[in-house]
């Protein structure tokens, strides 16, 4: 198991960027799958992007290509989610999730480890 905690959320204007960071503890950081998904008001959590444990492999919902950017530092024990060109549809709770497999998931069963989630809110 691994402990999840996001951090990095606000209120930003719509065209803004803003960084969101994911900080692990417990065992193997390294080990695991991460992946971003968001939640917003009145909809279902959806996947936003996903990493590999070496960073080779990296996958992004459509909505969000070419705007936003997940990495990791696996020493800092820490994901990373760098949002760009922010706009009102990106309004939602943002969670961390964790799995323990090689692969990326992008559905909620794929991941066992869930942070509380952060809120971004971006006005337009």
């Known amino acids: 198991q691994v402990q999840l905690v996001e951090s990095g959320g606000g209120l930003v204007q719509a065209g803004d960027s803003l960084g969101l960071s994911c900080t692990a503890s417990?065992?193997?950081?390294?080990?695991?799958?991460m992946g971003w998904f968001r939640q917003a008001p009145g909809k279902e959590r959806e996947f936003v992007a996903g990493?590999?444990?070496?960073?080779?492999?990296?996958e992004y919902a459509d909505s969000v290509k070419g705007r936003f950017t997940i990495s990791r530092d696996n020493a800092k024990n820490t994901v990373y989610l760098q949002m760009n060109s922010l706009n009102a549809e990106d309004t939602a709770v943002y969670y961390c999730?964790?799995?323990?497999?090689?692969?990326?998931?992008?559905?909620?069963?794929?991941?066992?480890?869930w942070g509380q989630g952060t809120r971004v809110t971006v006005s337009s």
């Open positions: 990493i590999t444990w070496s960073s080779r492999i990296i």
């Open positions: 999730a964790a799995r323990g497999a090689p692969s990326i998931a992008t559905t909620i069963r794929g991941y066992n480890n």
């Open positions: 417990g065992r193997a950081f390294s080990s695991y799958t």
